[in-house]
Each structure stands twice: as structure tokens, then as C-alpha cells.
């Protein structure tokens, strides 16, 4: 089982729809859930960043985090084309040096 | 306020070559993170370094790939006598000793083309 999973898409969406990008996870020692974006020939960004189950806020982005299922997902509201991209789950455990990153959802959203 | 500079941002090699990408950290960084992305694939973690000191390479390929962050310059990362196999792009990433983990500022990378 690989320690990160994230349907790779691409996922096309009409302008204005709401978006929902997900990864599951296997490594129960990851403490910290990151969202970054990459647009294409672009290095990522980090866009959300949560430590506890529960869901965080930031414009129009949630990030909301399951631990007990090991499930974590970003929701994109009144979706825009300028969110076009490919967007990339992030692990951390908080000892080691290493963030794990999922294979990446390719996001287009249509005018 | 420069983010994180690589050069070169592309850079086309033959097989049996040596590739050298050089990597400048955010000012005021002294954590610096490569990473690979081979196509269809995820970020894959390479080496971890502070100013002269390698803290943690257990991603690197044991042969021909080495990496530095000296005292003075940017970091380099070095890979020997490339292979097709190595094409990829190769990012680097910094971060300051006061952030939260995992928050890194990564720069636009550098693709690596073997030919």
C-alpha cells in the first residue's frame, strides 16, 4: 500500500463550481497536512497548512483533515480558471526532515 | 524580497555527463531541501542541508548524486555521469529556523534533460 494516495485526474470543472480534491493516507506518525499548489512549469506553494482533524478556512479554500480515516481533502469554492493547476497533498511527521507529497490532482476549471 | 533562485532552469545533458544545479535560499534561510519530480510522479525528497552540513540524504541515490551548502554561495546539486534516468525536475526548497514544519518556499526548478 503506498504511504500516500491522490487520484491524479485531471478533474475539469466549470467557472464558479466547488471543487473537492482528496488524498488518503497510511502513516499514522504524520502530524501536520499540507495543500500545495503547482502551476504548470511553476514550483509548488504552500496554500493550506492544518494541524488537528477539523476543518480550516482561508478565503475560498477548506482544508479539512479526518484523522481517524485517515482522509484529508480541499475544498475550492466559486472556482476560478486562474485556480488551474495541479494540486499536490503534503505529509509531515514533525521528526523527520522530509515532507511526503501525493502524486498530484491536475485541476482545469472551464470559462 | 527574492524567493528561492535556481539556475539553471533548464539544462540538457548526454549521457555519461556531469549536471551542477545550483541552488540560492530565500535570505535569511539556512534550511535548504532538494527534491525530485519525475513525470507523472509525486515531489520525492532528496537531501536535507544546513550551511556545511548534510543533516539528512536518505533520499539520494547512493551513486553519483552528492549534494553541498557551503558556507559561502548556494547549494549545489551534483550528478555524475548522468543517466536517461535522471531527467527529471529537480527542486529545491528553503525555510526559515523559526517556521512551522513542513513549511517550505520552493523555487521554479530545474529540468534536467538527458539525452
Known amino acids: 500500500q503506498k504511504e500516500v494516495e491522490q487520484d491524479p485526474g485531471p478533474l475539469s470543472v466549470p467557472e464558479g463550481a466547488i471543487v473537492s480534491l482528496n488524498c488518503t493516507y497510511s502513516?499514522?506518525?504524520?502530524?501536520?497536512f499540507m495543500w500545495y499548489r503547482q502551476y504548470s512549469r511553476k514550483g509548488p506553494e504552500l496554500l493550506m497548512y492544518?494541524?488537528?482533524?477539523g476543518n480550516k478556512e482561508d478565503g475560498r479554500f477548506t482544508a479539512q483533515v479526518d484523522k481517524s480515516s485517515k482522509y484529508i481533502s480541499l475544498f475550492i469554492r466559486d472556482s476560478q480558471p486562474s485556480d488551474s493547476a495541479t494540486y499536490l497533498c503534503?505529509?509531515?511527521?514533525?521528526?523527520?526532515?522530509?515532507?511526503?507529497f501525493g502524486t498530484g490532482t491536475r485541476l482545469q476549471v472551464m470559462l | 524580497n527574492a524567493g528561492v533562485m535556481q539556475n539553471p532552469r533548464h539544462l540538457v545533458r548526454r549521457r555519461g555527463q556531469e549536471a551542477r544545479l545550483r541552488c540560492s535560499p530565500v535570505?535569511?534561510?539556512?534550511?535548504v531541501y532538494w527534491y525530485r519530480q519525475l513525470p507523472e510522479e509525486g515531489l520525492k525528497f532528496m537531501v536535507y542541508?544546513?550551511?556545511?552540513?548534510?543533516?539528512?540524504e536518505s533520499g539520494m541515490p547512493k551513486e553519483r548524486f552528492s549534494a553541498e551548502f557551503p558556507k559561502e554561495g548556494p547549494s549545489i546539486l551534483r550528478i555524475q555521469q548522468v543517466v536517461r534516468g535522471d531527467s527529471a525536475a529537480y527542486f529545491c526548497?528553503?525555510?526559515?529556523?523559526?517556521?512551522?514544519?513542513?513549511?517550505?518556499?520552493f523555487g521554479e526548478g530545474s529540468r534536467l534533460t538527458v539525452l
Open positions: 542541508l544546513q550551511k556545511e552540513n548534510i543533516i539528512d
Open positions: 502513516n499514522s506518525a504524520f502530524q501536520y
Open positions: 492544518t494541524y488537528s482533524s
Open positions: 503534503a505529509f509531515y511527521t514533525g521528526t523527520a526532515s522530509k515532507l511526503t
Open positions: 526548497a528553503s525555510s526559515p529556523l523559526d517556521r512551522a514544519a513542513g513549511e517550505l518556499f
Open positions: 535570505k535569511g534561510h539556512s534550511h
